[in-house]
């Protein structure tokens, strides 16, 4: 998990700002916290921060500037956990950063939110630093911030001007589409959407609500339709919303909206920089200036989620109106997230509910097949699996995951043949799906069937995915099986490397050791495994091969391999 703290370090490397660990020392080296209730304050608000408890660490930093006031890197840790927590006093303390540019940014929406958008332009205009994301940043914001001050053609005017350096193309010009759609200019506005659409190449869901908005608002209703089915076959979770939201008016309905558009836009860049900290400050900026901006919501708690923040997914999550579009999407965001914080009961009932609103989308019922999977409730995790399957008339490749998970519930609960089915239907969908070449191939070795084409779908499987430890397991396993002793010690003692504190990776790389004459190591390797806790199954299986180690002739044929 990367920790929160770790934002200071992508604003230093992003913004150009400092990220020191609590303040300058003094003159004679030593720290001004030890010995005041300020450095308890201080170590309290690192480790929650460390933690993933922002709220906490925001208070605990705020308390050390009350006591120790005018440490200038305390004060920006404050300012971040409190952006980070979402907490509306984050603006009282940005006042105090003047030369810190996440402040100048909520200070500038604040201006926006009061309706002094020559202020907000100005605030945006002379952002502090001269960073990659700001440059990038600034056009963007200032153009919506002279479109709140009825200037159209200057906000214009500024993101042609942007163009020129050749940065941020698809932005740039779906943003001049945004400005001109709201200044009224249809004809313009068009061409740039258009336009923005090639340069995107692809879809994605925030500019699918956009385009098919714009479509169903000109009386496109086919293209908005398609722009629709696009989105569903890219994922199916999409399937159960409307992107257009019925033509009842633009995805961006005024400046403020557009300043949002602008911080989502950002968030979803720097995070596949793999910035996700600072993914997160710019997301609520976004929800600063609009509350009800639900893609935001769902990328931040996606951010959260990844940081095991779950809790704090959950909440960014609740404030999701039903009646919004994306309420079904949420609702199976807010069902996992409710699972892993052990509240299964009000995950299955929303499924259940969402199942029923959407009789013909086998989503709901996948992801409960999913919950009651990862809870080893697996013979009612099939019939879920089932009536998910019962629901796709023909399938295609986007349903391989549904059959490959159905597989490993019915694999678990006992039912082998129809388990391979499902896994052979899988790749048939999908011929190249690592996960399922590996877990059919491994499946097979452990049956001691079909082992040369066990071998090549497991070397196809880690040819994919080459350091994969799992994968490079079960390569080694099969060429145990096989009697192929020398690539069987390669590549277990490989997959120990990688994953050293796996019970059954080691137990495999003992039993290749045995065949090996080196009794000794594999009795270590065994009791290894032993203390990794492995399942009970698997823990009697190792305990008797020790034991037959021990009562039976030196070195020779191994013991018995399930």
């Given amino acids: ?205 925030r500019l699918g609500q956009i385009l098919a908005s714009w479509a169903a608002r000109t009386g496109d209703l086919a293209g908005a339709e398609a722009i629709d089915a696009g989105l569903a076959a890219a994922d199916g979770e999409l399937a159960m919303v409307h992107a257009g939201g019925a033509g009842t008016g633009p995805a961006v309905r005024n400046p403020a909206d557009g300043l949002a558009e602008v911080y989502l836009a950002m968030a979803g860049a720097v995070r596949q920089q793999n910035a996700p900290d600072l993914a997160q400050v710019l997301l609520r900026l976004a929800l600063d200036m609009r509350p009800d901006f639900t893609p935001a919501r769902l990328l931040l708690a996606e951010i959260q989620e990844g940081a095991k923040q779950s809790e704090g997914a959950l909440e960014t999550l609740a404030a999701v109106d039903e009646a919004d579009p994306l309420a079904p999407v949420v609702v199976l965001r807010r069902a996992a997230l409710q699972d892993a914080l052990d509240q299964g009961g009000a995950a299955v009932s929303a499924l259940e509910a969402l199942a029923a609103q959407h009789p013909d989308r086998p989503e709901p019922l996948a992801v409960l097949g999913d919950i009651l999977r990862r809870r080893n409730r697996m013979t009612e995790a099939v019939p879920a699996y089932d009536r998910a399957v019962a629901r796709i008339a023909t399938p295609s490749r986007a349903n391989w995951a549904l059959f490959y998970e159905r597989g490993i519930a019915l694999e678990r609960a006992g039912q082998w043949p129809r388990a391979e089915a499902d896994f052979l239907f899988a790749l048939e ?32 499987a880690v040819q994919l995915r ?63 495994a032993l203390n990794l806790q492995p399942e009970p199954a698997e823990s009697e299986r190792i305990q008797a091969k020790l034991r037959d180690v021990q009562d039976g002739p030196d070195a020779g044929t191994p013991p018995t391999v399930p």
């Fill in 1 to 205: 998990m990367r920790s929160p703290r770790l934002a200071l370090l992508a604003f230093a490397a992003l913004f150009g700002t400092g990220a020191g660990d609590y303040g300058p020392d003094p003159a004679d080296g030593t720290s001004s916290f030890v010995g005041t209730g300020a450095f308890g304050d201080y170590l309290q608000g690192r480790f929650a921060a460390q933690e993933a408890d922002l709220s906490v660490a925001a208070d605990r930093l705020e308390a050390v500037l009350t006591l120790e006031p005018g440490v200038p890197d305390v004060a920006t840790q404050a300012f971040i956990a409190s952006v980070l927590a979402g907490r509306p006093d984050a603006v009282r303390m940005a006042a105090s950063l003047p030369d810190n540019p996440v402040a100048r940014l909520l200070l500038s929406n604040w201006e926006a939110k009061a309706g002094r958008w020559r202020n907000a332009a100005h605030g945006f205009d002379t952002l502090p630093g001269g960073s990659s994301m700001v440059r990038a940043l600034q056009p963007l914001l200032v153009a919506w911030a002279q479109l709140g001050d009825d200037r159209p053609g200057d906000a214009v005017t500024t993101l042609q001007t942007a163009m020129a350096t050749g940065q941020n193309r698809p932005v740039l010009i779906l943003h001049q589409a945004l400005v001109t759609d709201l200044a009224g200019r249809a004809e313009e506005a068009g061409r740039l959407y258009r336009a923005a659409r090639s340069e995107y190449g692809g879809l994605n869901l």
């Fill in 429 to 460: 969908l999908s011929p190249d799906q690592p996960g399922v070449l590996n877990y059919l191939g491994y499946a097979w070795a452990d049956q001691h069937r079909n082992l040369d084409r066990a071998r090549t779908m497991i070397e196809r």
């Fill in 466 to 528: 080459p350091e994969d430890g799992s994968y490079i397991d079960s390569l080694g396993w099969v060429m145990l099986l096989q009697g192929d002793l020398p690539g069987a010690l390669r590549n277990l003692e490989r997959a120990v490397s990688l994953m050293p504190e796996d019970s059954t990776i080691n137990a495999h790389l003992g039993d290749a050791l045995f065949a090996a004459g080196r009794k000794r190591e594999a009795g270590f390797q065994w009791r290894r």
